[in-house]
């Protein structure tokens, strides 16, 4: 029988958990024994046109490595930001993709990736289906972001989430220390989906209420409603704490650093928002002449293995071994996922979805998970992401830092 080989690829922004859905596809097709070839695309899709790949069996050839790996952040195999056109726009480029597949005799493509990935799978599927190709193309979804569709939530979401909960726990801490009325913003990452930043809420305790406010961009943001919020703390509190989506938008559906010096574009046209937090602190200042201050979470959240949490990790290496079982049915343009049974106790199944349900959607939080008052979360969305974030990641430590999988490959 002939053997089968599959390519890997890596794209858009990096996770705790990309790398572990990597491991369980590698550890999935060695214990097949199917495939004869496990390929890498060195900076996803572009780095392959580019004829840049590896040779991942050679690599990881112990259990040892592909745990490794499992518990490394980022991308192993590195990432681009490239908007692949469709077949009718340039042929050109998916013949000479298609030549390097066929060069390598992949029967099998693995793309690890958010909502413009899966775009990608879904286009390398249409062509493929054009010229009947047998090469199956499957995606499996990672985003901190949580927004894609067909799937209950993303790979490397519960363990940014549970870096935001850590941190907000850790900014109440700081913010009670001094008998000082204090407002602290948090600016948590969210274009359009405020999934994360809902996620602060898990930083409640038995101790502590806060965040005593939650601004997401599902719902409209209004300035003077803000500076009323805050009042009403004041009543309570000296110490408020405030997390917000960096997405928030106005009721004429502008975001709030829309007008920043600092907007700029990524290579897909979504605005790379920087500021918002800065903007409310000045705005706060301005009107209770307190003191303020605001702090930018940014890429921080994406990568904090050592406080990834051990159900998004273990969820991502099986997803990633499913996607190989999916290829495997002779199933193509599908999209894993999850399926949550329950909440307590948590139980998921993992399903697969048409591409086309996909791609270019986005999975916003339903306005009746947030409040009345736009300005916090229902216990239906606390329910929804308390199971996530459970479970730690036991991590090896080498002079006092964490020892991941090398990666100075990626460093030419």
Known sequence: MKKRNCIIGQSGGPTIAINASLAGIIHKAKSTAEYENVYGMINGIKGLLEGRYMDLLKEFDTGEK???LKQTPAMYLGSCRFKLPTYKENEETYVKLFEILGKLEITDFFYIGGNDSMDTVMKLDDYAQSINSPIKFIGIPKTIDNDLMGTDHTPGFGSAAKYVASSILEVVHDSLIYQLQSVTIIEIMGRNAGWLTAAAALARNEYNDAPDLIYLPEVVFDKDKFLDDIR??????????IAVSEGIKDKDGHFLDDNSKYAKKDAFGHVLHSGTGKMLESLVFKEFQCKVRSIE???LQRCAMHIGSKTDLNESFVIGQ????TAMTKKSGQVMGFKRISNNPYVIDYISTD?????????????EWINDDHNGITKELYDYLFPLIQGEVHITYKNGIPAYY????LNH
């Open 66 to 68: 592909i745990n490794a």
């Open 406 to 409: 090398s990666c100075k490959h």
């Open 232 to 241: 009403e703390v004041f009543k309570r509190k000296r110490c408020v704490v």
């Open 322 to 325: 499913k996607a190989v079982e």
């Open 297 to 299: 979470l940014n890429v």
């Open 355 to 367: 591409v086309r349900e996909v791609a270019n959607l986005e999975q916003k939080i339903p306005t």
